[in-house]
């Protein structure tokens, strides 16, 4: 599967630590990585694979992956709120009280 909801040039390391944020974990906190394997065969894999893996890196990652979940299911829970919607822009296009008639 391919998201390109988030998808943006960064860090591989960036890219392990959001696989080991604690939102993937589906039920099966023990299991670190998306809730189906451990840390330390995830880096495993990876070096095997030709990367090298900062541990540190991955867990400032993983932390900050958990803050970025919090902000989108923030914005997702408040968002009709603010969201500039097509009805929305189209009344600020709208002449207003005779405004624009000749």
Do not use: K
């Not at 630590?17 to 993937?24: A, E, I, M, V, Y």
């Not at 670190?32 to 400032?60: C, I, K, M």
């Not at 993983?62 to 902000?71: C, K, P, S, T």
């Not at 408040?78 to 002449?95: D, I, N, S």
């Amino acid at each position: 599967m391919l998201d390109w909801e988030c998808c943006h040039l960064g860090s591989a390391m960036e890219d392990l630590g959001w696989l080991c944020t604690r939102s993937w974990r589906f039920g099966h906190p023990e299991l670190p990585v998306g809730g189906f394997g451990t840390r330390e065969a995830l880096f495993a894999g990876y070096t095997a694979g030709g990367g090298s893996v900062d541990p540190a890196t991955v867990r400032w990652w993983e932390i900050f992956g958990l803050m970025r979940w919090a902000v989108l299911n923030i914005m997702q829970a408040h968002g009709p709120c603010f969201r500039r919607t097509p009805q929305r822009r189209l009344r600020r296009l709208r002449p207003q009280h005779g405004a624009g008639r000749v």
